[in-house]
């Protein structure tokens, strides 16, 4: 303990002592960094956006096995020769994806490979808002399904979304 009555912060801290930049400029710097991220507004992507970073967002898609049971058992179902479309009305200001597909079409990596065309499918009609607010969909893939090209799961997916009514355009 120090019997003199010093201030002990006018006298600088030891580790100041080295540091290139004395405290005041740092904090001057730091100020005008924060006031210019602050002036160019909100990030760009907004929480509400379907869309995010190439990926639909959580709140976009079925994920609860009783949700799709109830798709499937309740809702209107479509066909083509790729897939199957099930269709339900929801009490949701937006539409629900669920993707399907069984153990038939092939091993894990090609299940998944499935998954992400079907997902890509789905994301850009949703980023394009062409998709009808308020209904839960699954999409249930067919075996032809893997010898198909991402054009042909893009006209299939649009082909029964027409036909379903949730997308704009003749079916």
Known sequence: MR??????????S???????LSPAYADARRAACLEGAAAQG????DRLTPVAAGRVRRIYRLRASDDFQ???????ALAHPLLVLSALPNDLAFSRFGIAVGRRLGKATGRN????????AVRTRI????????????????????????Q????????????????????
């Open 3 to 12: 019997d003199d009555k010093t201030n002990l912060a006018a006298e600088g």
């Open 14 to 20: 030891a580790s100041n002592a080295g540091a290139w």
């Open 42 to 45: 909100p990030a760009q992507t």
């Open 70 to 76: 109830r798709v499937r058992r309740e809702g209107q």
């Open 113 to 120: 490979r499935l998954k992400r065309r079907l997902r890509e």
């Open 127 to 150: 980023a394009r808002n062409e998709v009808a607010a308020g209904w839960d969909v699954v999409l249930i893939a067919r075996v032809p399904l893997r010898d198909a090209s991402f």
């Open 152 to 171: 042909q799961i893009d006209q299939a997916v649009e082909l029964l979304l027409r036909r379903a009514g949730l997308v704009g355009g003749p079916s």
